[in-house]
């Protein structure tokens, strides 16, 4: 009798086990930062592994891994093509993968091909220097420009039509200097771009204020320009925005995560809530805090409607620049 009450109740043991596993964290999570370690994705990556540990909403650390090339293309390729459905791989990216998605850099595919399921945080774009570089403020840097366009080496993560050139262009426009005949010197990541201004084989970084703060705060880099609608607080009190400096340009640059095409609904569903939790813990407003960046919401359905406005606003603005057909 015992037996058949077994064998009558193992459906019903079954399906317990298999709701547990569904509502369980994803196995073998991980966040992509689709560059080497250092710069704006690497920085993306660790906020939430920082967030999801500090709100207690993981079961299990969230580790970081790297997959370098293409400035995120590499990584999008290789989860579209052979990764589409790994439920736990939460890939980073920021407002630079939507300019490339723009100009096709991510080869045949577009913005349509992976599943946006949330933006937690923005950061600023930022303009620094050595810490004993001839140019002191902004004005210093723009009047040598608009002498010389090419006496300055801006450097940053990605080559031409990326995030840093873009914010490198789009400043240069502003205050009257041609895009192109700026000098603009790309690196595959953030870290190698720090290492040649601090190296003084580029005179200008252009980057996000998040990733710079560091060498800021060591005394290696001085800010000329944060690119911010208006001065900031905390760690960033006391940065020169280029508004206060009589320049109308700023540049924010959302910071956002997205799963493989092929990832199931209530796996998708399941991170959404995550991050919804997360996004609406007191801890994360701490831990946005420590990584001086801003706040900034948007989860699957909005984030996607946002995506897909943003790309293609970016392909008129490549189009402009020559970038795009």
Known sequence: MRLSVMVR????????VLSTALHADPRRTTCVAPASPGGGFDLTCKLIQAGFKDANLLEKPLPVTYMPGGI?????????????????????????SLLNLAQGKFGRYNENDVRWVAAVAANYGILAVRSDSPYHTLDDLVKALREDPAV?????????????????????RSV??????????????????????????????????????????????RVLALLADEPQGGRLGGMPTAKSQGYDFSWPVIMGYYLGPKVSDEDFKWWEERFTQLLDSETFEQTRERFSVQPFRLTGPALDAYVKKQVAEYRSLAKEFGLAE
């Open 9 to 16: 109740s193992a459906p019903v043991l079954a399906a317990l």
């Open 72 to 96: 995120g293309a590499v990584a999008y390729n290789a989860i579209i093509a052979n990764r589409p459905d790994e439920p736990g791989t939460l890939v980073a990216f920021t407002s630079g």
């Open 152 to 172: 300055v080496a801006f450097g940053g993560s990605g080559t031409v039509g990326s995030q840093y050139w873009t914010q490198s262009a789009l400043f240069a």
């Open 176 to 221: 009257g200097v041609d895009p192109r005949a700026m000098r603009y010197v790309s690196f595959e990541g953030g870290g190698d771009a720090f290492s040649a201004v601090l190296g003084d084989h580029i005179q200008l970084l252009s980057s996000n204020v998040g990733s710079v703060l560091p060498h800021v705060e060591s005394g290696d880099l």
